[in-house]
Structures are given as structure tokens and as C-alpha cells.
């Protein structure tokens, strides 16, 4: 199969020949991974007991479930991937500020993929073969995941897609037979190790869980959703029909493999840790599968991520192509494993990374969601490709390519979020307003979109004030 040579320009409608079944397929098979699952560790780990546990991720996941799900419908109209046709709010420059969102978050969850999935294939190969679980076995792990997540977000969306749908299909097996492998062990009781809840009170732990472990999975895909929806075409498939099965396909891709992730940390007794007693409690029957599942899950969900970071940063340096910038990110990407294996615990590395980038993320969401319904869902799609051909004008120039009002209220919300924040070694000022519970998810969204519909009053459409044709810049 021939690489693919799109990056973020907009994709022609002969050849968005996907439909909704293959955004259900990339949804869950990409995310039946222990990249996802070990999210279900989290609220164990923060001290909350079985039932507080699922009840966290089940709330969070639907709440911003409903906050991602119609962000699909945008590169539907567009053609393009979600930080591009942000220009349409944020200015044909201003949507720069997507495309790094977008590429801190891949680059988060690609390099907690692979660490994660290196971890638990080292565990397992040591029981198997007595591989020794020291540095250098760690390093190749990881640079043979690393290789193979590359070569398939190199060669695009197509191949990426094929693999999904293996995957939906062989981890949904494989999870099952997990299920199996470690109910004898299963307890609902409560895992003294993690030490009582993690904030002092139920609660406000309650609430870090659900923003944390649930809420974090659907907001990892404010910038990703578009990479997919952009090769359905909006004149075979209507808004509603791609609405559903990105509802179905992130509602399902993520509390499958969360919640096996909060039923093997109670049948492991992983409190403290999850990769190392997950190997440890699991049967030698199931040591092969469990292989198995932390190498090819953990290739489809990283792939799929560094396929998203290739195009953010394709869409900040226009000169390099999808291919020459996914092989950058990837680099990137595997220095984070190697940092994050070696200087950070898991625990606090997860819960900080999350935290901070819902906080700057959720404001760009919402205002991308209002501008969304303030234009009715109607783009100029070669406006929106301006920055892309180097070029000057189109109706989203705005300010110099920037709409002020935009990118100061996505500039206020995340301050506030950030301000809010509550993390293992921060606190925000404003947790002393909310009685000491993380609320920036919330702040962060509230504010930025008020913010933007408070500045933008009285614009009746998106299209800028100094609306022009777009030209060309002279060729040095």
C-alpha cells in the first residue's frame, strides 16, 4: 500500500470514501490498549474504593464524551483536520494554537502508550524466557515499539485503519480472555497499600478521578476526531449518522479497556503500581495473550497518535511534509518514554499530564463548538488553507491571520484552568475558592467560552472584518 500524501490540506470528496463504521472501528480497536486501560488503575490508586472507582470513570468518560463527540462534524464539513479548520475561529495563523494542543496531547499519550505497553512486555518476556528486566532490555522494548508505531502512522490513514479493525476485533478477544485469567482474584475490597484517599476526603478524590481517569480519555480526542471524520464525506453521510458513531465509538473505546484496567488493578492488587503486579497475578496461560495485547494494542493507539502529530506538525511547518514531520515526532516521543521510565512515577506523571493539558485544551474545544453553531457548519475550505500555501487574505486573515478575541479568550480560559489545578507537586490559587477540589476542567471551558461569545458580540458570522482574496506570497 502506497504511503499516503495528504497532510492537512483538504481531502477531495472521491476520495473521503470512509463512512461511520470505519469511525466506530478506529475508536475502539486504536484504544483496546493498555495505554487506556492503565487509566483505570488511576482511581484505585487514588485511594477509592471498587464502586467509587467505575461510577468516576463512567461519569467522566460521558461528560466529556459529550464535549468531543461534535467536534467530528467539523473536519466533516472541512475536509481537514481539527487545528486547521479552527482557523475559522482562531484567524488562518491563530489556529496554531490547536495544532500545538494538538501535538502536546499526541505526544503525551504516545509516549504513555509505549511506556506503559514496554513495561508490561519486559514483565512478561522476564517470566517467560528470563529476560532480564534491567535498562537495556527496557531501551530495545521500547525502540522496537517506537519502530513499529512509525512505520504505521508513516504510511497513513488507510493502513491505520485496516490495523484498527483487526484490532477491534483480536483486543476485544484478548481483554475477554483477561477477564477470565484474572477473576479468580477479583475482590471488591478495599486495597489498603493505596495508603486512603489521595486528596484527604471522598469527594474531592472522586472528583480528581473523574476528570483524571474518565473525563482525560474523550478530551485526549478534541484535536484527533477530524484526522478520521475529514475521509467521510458529509453528501453520503449525514451530520447525525457520524455524531452517533463517534458517540458510540469513543463511549465504547474507552470504558471497555478503562474499566478492565480498574478490574485487573482490584484482581492484581496493583495499588501502588499497575504494570508489574498485572504480570505477577496473571496466569502463565494468559502471559502469551497478555504479550500479545501490550504490543499490538500499544502499536495501534501510538500509531495512530503520532499519525495526529505528524499533521499538527505539518500544519506549523508547511514546508515539511507529513511523512519528514511524523518521522520528528517520533523521536520526540520516544525521549518522553525513555524520561518518563526513568525520572518520573507513573502516578504523578499521568495525573499531572492530564490535568494540565484538559485545562488548556477544554477552552479551545468550546470556542471551536461555538464557532461550529455560530456559522451554521458552513466553511470556505480554501480560505482555511491560507497559512498552508503561504499566502495572505481570505475571509479568516481576521488581524494578520489572528482573531483577537479568539485566541484571548482561549488565552483566559486556560489560565483560569490552570490556575485551578490541583496536582501531586501544585496547586493552583484558585483551589482556595473551590474549597480545595480540581475544577479547572470546568472553569477552564466556562470561562473561555464566555470569554469568546462576550468578545465576538455582534458579529452575525465567522468571516473577519478585513475580508479579502487571498494571494499569494512572492517566491524568494
Request: hydrophobic share 50%.
Amino acid at each position: 500500500m502506497p504511503i499516503e500524501q495528504r497532510g492537512v490540506d483538504t481531502i477531495p470528496d472521491g476520495e473521503r470514501t470512509s463512512g461511520p463504521r470505519d469511525l466506530i472501528s478506529i475508536l475502539l480497536g486504536s484504544n483496546l490498549c493498555l495505554g487506556v486501560i492503565v487509566f483505570g488503575w488511576l482511581p484505585v490508586s487514588f485511594g477509592l474504593g471498587w464502586w467509587a472507582s467505575v461510577t468516576s470513570v463512567v461519569a467522566g468518560t460521558v461528560i466529556g464524551t459529550a464535549l468531543t463527540a461534535p467536534l467530528a462534524l467539523v473536519s466533516l464539513r472541512t475536509g481537514t483536520n481539527l487545528s486547521t479548520s479552527s482557523g475559522a475561529q482562531f484567524g488562518v495563523r491563530g489556529r496554531l494554537v490547536g495544532s500545538i494542543v494538538g501535538l502536546l496531547l499526541s505526544l503525551g499519550y504516545t509516549a504513555l502508550t509505549i511506556w506503559i505497553g514496554g513495561d508490561v512486555m519486559v514483565g512478561v518476556l522476564h517470566r517467560l524466557i528470563g529476560l532480564p528486566a534491567g535498562g537495556l532490555s527496557y531501551g530495545i522494548v521500547y525502540a522496537l515499539l517506537a519502530a513499529a508505531t512509525v512505520t504505521g502512522a508513516v504510511y497513513g490513514y488507510r493502513v491505520l485503519l485496516k490495523l484498527s479493525r483487526v484490532l477491534a476485533v483480536g483486543m476485544t478477544a484478548l481483554l475477554i480472555l483477561g477477564a477470565v485469567a484474572y477473576a479468580p482474584d477479583f475482590t471488591t475490597s478495599a486495597l489498603p497499600d493505596a495508603g486512603g484517599y489521595l486528596l484527604g476526603s471522598f469527594w474531592p478524590t472522586w472528583l480528581l478521578a473523574l476528570v483524571a481517569a474518565g473525563l482525560s480519555g474523550p478530551i485526549a480526542f478534541i484535536t484527533l476526531l477530524g484526522d478520521y471524520t475529514r475521509y467521510v464525506s458529509p453528501t453520503r453521510h449525514s451530520s447525525r449518522t457520524v455524531l452517533r458513531a463517534s458517540w458510540a465509538g469513543l463511549l465504547a473505546g474507552l470504558l471497555v479497556p478503562q474499566l478492565f484496567g480498574t478490574f485487573t488493578a482490584y484482581a492484581a492488587g496493583a495499588a501502588l503500581d499497575y504494570a508489574g503486579p498485572l504480570v505477577s497475578a496473571s496466569p502463565t496461560w494468559y502471559l502469551i495473550p497478555l504479550l500479545l495485547a501490550a504490543s499490538a494494542g500499544s502499536v495501534g493507539n501510538a500509531g495512530l497518535m503520532l499519525y495526529s502529530m505528524g499533521l499538527d506538525l505539518d500544519a506549523i511547518l508547511p514546508r515539511a511534509s507529513r511523512a519528514r514531520a511524523t518521522y520528528t515526532v517520533a523521536v520526540v516521543a520516544t525521549g518522553c518514554v525513555f524520561v518518563g521510565h526513568y525520572a518520573w512515577e507513573a502516578q504523578d506523571a499521568m495525573t499531572s499530564f492530564v490535568l494540565l493539558l484538559t485545562a488548556i485544551g477544554t477552552p479551545w474545544a468550546v470556542i471551536t463548538l461555538i464557532g461550529f453553531a455560530r456559522c451554521g457548519g458552513v466553511y470556505d475550505a480554501e480560505a482555511l488553507q491560507v497559512f498552508n500555501r503561504r499566502s495572505r487574505g481570505g475571509i479568516y486573515w481576521y488581524r494578520s491571520g489572528w482573531n483577537i478575541p479568539a485566541t484571548v479568550s482561549w488565552a483566559l480560559g486556560a489560565a483560569v484552568g490552570l490556575a485551578a489545578v490541583s496536582l501531586p507537586s501544585y496547586e493552583g490559587p484558585l483551589l482556595s475558592l473551590t474549597g480545595g477540589v480540581d475544577c479547572s476542567f470546568l472553569l477552564s471551558g466556562v470561562v473561555g467560552g464566555l470569554a469568546y461569545v462576550v468578545l465576538e458580540r455582534g458579529k452575525a458570522t465567522e468571516p473577519a472584518p478585513e475580508e479579502a482574496p487571498a494571494v499569494s506570497a512572492p517566491t524568494p
